[in-house]
């Protein structure tokens, strides 16, 4: 079941917050996120872990709420090279990484 | 360190042509190997994935085949092209419980 991702696009200026959301129907173990560059291949940010689990990566941090079965991503003061489309891959049988991606959110950071 | 290949970078075929697609990881052994589709502007499609050699799980029923012919190649392949096989192919490899790397993707186009 692909996960659904909100907003779907995101506009904003260096140095401003935003929260993007990845929201499943079906119980999770896992939430990855990935980012990806037009024309380039997605790049892994992080794994989230059942259990309330936060995460950082560089300025972007993410939580995973396993009983609303969504996680969300925070750009906190972000960066031009912010920019990009950012998927969320969600696992819900442990150990197979079989992920389930959604169709994404895409962020454009101006100056 | 590891790294994966994905050749070739882009290609341009007729409707009707065959399809042979390859994908090598280097520097890890039994890795879970993934072939994704991305249609424009989409997410990401997993096709198949591999647990091992020449153990194949199709996604999505489809025009497309894969073989895992050793432990750290995987090819997707088509006896016949269609129009709507056009996309960005990416091959992903990862270990149990990790995060999925991607290829630099195959973009194609099916005239």
């Known amino acids: 079941q692909q996960p659904v991702q909100s907003p779907q696009a995101v506009i904003l200026r260096e140095g401003e917050d935003a929260v993007i959301n990845c929201s499943s129907s079906k119980a999770l173990y896992s939430v990855h996120w990935y980012r990806q560059k037009h024309g380039e291949a997605p790049v892994f940010l992080m794994i989230l872990l059942k259990g309330g689990e936060q995460k950082g990566h560089e300025k972007i941090s993410a939580s995973f709420n396993e009983k609303k079965q969504q996680s969300s991503l925070y750009l906190t003061a972000s960066q031009l090279s912010y920019s990009g489309t950012y998927f969320c891959g969600t696992e819900s049988t442990p150990g197979n990484n079989r992920l389930a991606f959604g169709k994404g959110n895409q962020v454009v950071v101006i100056p | 360190s590891q790294t994966i290949h994905q050749w070739p970078a882009t290609l341009v075929q007729p409707v009707g042509s065959p399809l042979s697609l390859e994908c090598t990881v280097e520097g890890t052994s039994n890795p879970n190997l993934y072939w994704y589709r991305q249609a424009a502007g989409r997410g990401l499609q997993l096709l198949f994935y591999?647990?091992?050699?020449?153990?194949i799980s199709s996604e999505v029923p489809q025009n497309l085949s894969a073989s895992r012919p050793q432990d750290r190649q995987f090819i997707l392949s088509s006896k016949k092209l269609l129009l709507s096989d056009s996309g960005f192919y990416l091959c992903?490899?990862?270990?149990?419980?990790?995060?999925?790397?991607f290829g630099p993707g195959t973009r194609l186009t099916v005239l």
């Open positions: 992903a490899w990862s270990l149990v419980g990790g995060e999925q790397f």
């Open positions: 591999s647990v091992g050699i020449g153990q």
